[in-house]
């Protein structure tokens, strides 16, 4: 039997959280941390997602708070008893003066899984926001599952980024090619937009032998990377993290 579930996080400016509830597999805890940010961790209560299953996180950053939200582990997509595909859709609004710091561990597509991963963000023209995405495409020693995702951030009510990415069995020929991911297995993104760069935009560079930064009208910047593994992926865009948002 497939799952619905929806959580729901809203956090305020004086650093209290009039909403943070879970659902299902979604565990949402609060958790220490340092500096002026409030810290809410995802812990999954249960294998999921699986194919069919409808999950959602849905959060709120109001007008001057400070939130990172995290995860406790890798979230596995793997397969379910029929052929539905599992969703997964996280929805985000931050408010003016505000910032939210997105830093889940990987997504792994497992064999056989089938996952459509939305994620939308909407933000007030003075907000902030680091949103990193990390995808490992197989388990060790395994193929990967389909995996589509989609990004769609809007600023002061306009288009900011809008992109899809598909892998796997039956995304369209060419995702493994030279052109694509040439046979590497993890791949992720780091998007930061903070106002500051419309006086001091970010200059359009390589940051490693497989990753590459960019300015985006907005103002903010998206770094892409491939690597072989998790490990080195996670070095890059932390690498990346610090120079483009040290706050």
Do not use: C
């Amino acid at each position: 039997m497939s799952l619905r579930a929806t959580a729901r996080i809203v956090a305020d400016a004086d650093g209290g959280l009039p909403v943070l509830r879970g659902d299902g597999p979604l565990a949402l805890r609060r958790t220490r941390t340092t500096g002026a940010y409030t810290r809410v961790t995802v812990v999954g209560a249960m294998s999921a997602p699986l194919g069919g299953d409808r999950l959602a996180i849905e959060t709120e950053v109001r007008d001057g708070a400070r939130l990172l939200v995290d995860s406790a582990a890798a979230t596995v997509a793997l397969p379910g008893r029929g052929a539905e595909p599992a969703t997964y859709d996280l929805r985000m609004s931050v408010g003016d003066g505000a910032v939210l710091r997105w830093l889940p561990e990987p997504l792994v597509s497992a064999r056989g899984s089938d996952l459509r991963m939305r994620t939308t963000v909407d933000l007030a023209p003075t907000a902030r926001l680091v949103l990193r995405e990390e995808q490992v495409l197989g388990r060790h020693g395994e193929e990967t599952g389909t995996l589509t995702t989609r990004l769609t951030v809007h600023r002061a009510g306009r288009p900011l980024l809008d992109q899809e990415l598909a892998y796997g069995p039956g995304a369209p020929v060419g995702w493994d090619g030279g052109a694509v991911l040439d046979g590497h297995r993890a791949t992720g993104q780091l998007l930061v937009v903070d106002p500051e760069f419309e006086e001091k935009p970010v200059e359009s560079r390589p940051l490693a032998e497989n990753a590459v930064l960019t300015p985006l009208a907005g103002p903010a910047a998206l770094v892409t990377a491939v690597a072989p593994d998790a490990l080195r992926l996670r070095r890059v865009l932390d690498e990346a993290h610090a120079i483009l948002a040290p706050w």
